[in-house]
């Protein structure tokens, strides 16, 4: 018996030009680099340009993504956009790329689930691509979070950066076993119960404003570790897989200490870390598909790779997929 496998045909991403480094952020807010990368791991980030919005970074991502994968852009009938940072707050931030894209079939929506987003969009796009409702779809992680950071506070303005990343996703008839490649199993979580720990303090509904990130941050590391782990191991659990099954793990981009711990928690060898944090930061729903397409483009990611991609955002919201190359 046969199933339906939703692979990856292509990557891509772009960062604005415009890049940060912590030594710029000193002279802005009373921090240092030292400061910055003992309690992060975080050297830069990029930050985009007046008049960039995330349409803008999530459009270049797109296209490198279908030049990668080789295809052509009327092909995608599904657009799924994970964003917290949208250029309006309505239509879609999706439906902007469609037009740019030059797609007038098929459908566009974004996902909100913050620095989870991509792990939902792709777990999302899994679901439509198995159950027919679309062929080939285009998932984006793209995320402007300079515009909703409060530029006085030290303990948030120095982990976040913009950028975008792009995979181009096919269903493909498969033979239903672990080797097959494509995402072989997704598993999404949220608890509305933490919203105080990470949120933005404005909303059309609320404040008729946009906002400013707010963070507990230590209460934010003390759950992110267990979070990931159980949702990890119920990856592996459901694939028949383990940590030395995996050929990479790509974790979101939040901060280097949460990384380590949660891959030594879940036995995963260092060497098999995907890290792009350094030089961008924390680009919320943007990091997993940044890092997934530095990994491919450098060569580390090959086809049969066994690959798990993991986050944890506001809300909370967590995720794990694991898939094959």
Known sequence: MTVKRSVVLGTGS????????NSDLAKMVDTSDEWIVQRTGIHARHIAAEGEMTSHLALAAARNALDAAGVSADSIDMIILATATPDNTF??????????????????FDVHAVCSGFVYAMTTADAYLRGGLAKRALVIGAE???????????????????????????????????????ILSGHLRSDGRHKEKLFVDGGPSSTQTVGHLRMQGREVFRH??????????????????????????VPHQANRRIIDASAKKLGIAPEKLVITLEEQGNTSAASIPLALDQAVRDGRIQPGHLVMLEAMGGGFTWGASILRW
Do not use: H, K
Not at 15 to 21: A, G, N, V
């Open 91 to 108: 239509p879609a931030t999706a439906v902007t790329v469609q037009a740019e894209l030059g797609i007038t079939t098929g459908f566009a």
């Open 224 to 249: 992110a570790v267990s979070m990931i782990t159980d949702v990890v191991e119920d990856a592996f659990a459901a694939t028949g897989t383990s940590a030395e099954d995996l050929d990479w793990f």
């Open 14 to 21: 772009y960062l604005p030009e415009r890049r940060l480094s």
């Open 144 to 182: 402007t979070f300079s515009r909703i950071l409060d530029w006085n506070d030290r303990t948030t303005c120095v982990l976040f950066g913009d950028g975008a990343g792009a995979v181009v996703l096919e269903a493909v008839e498969a033979e239903g076993t672990n080797a097959d490649r494509g």
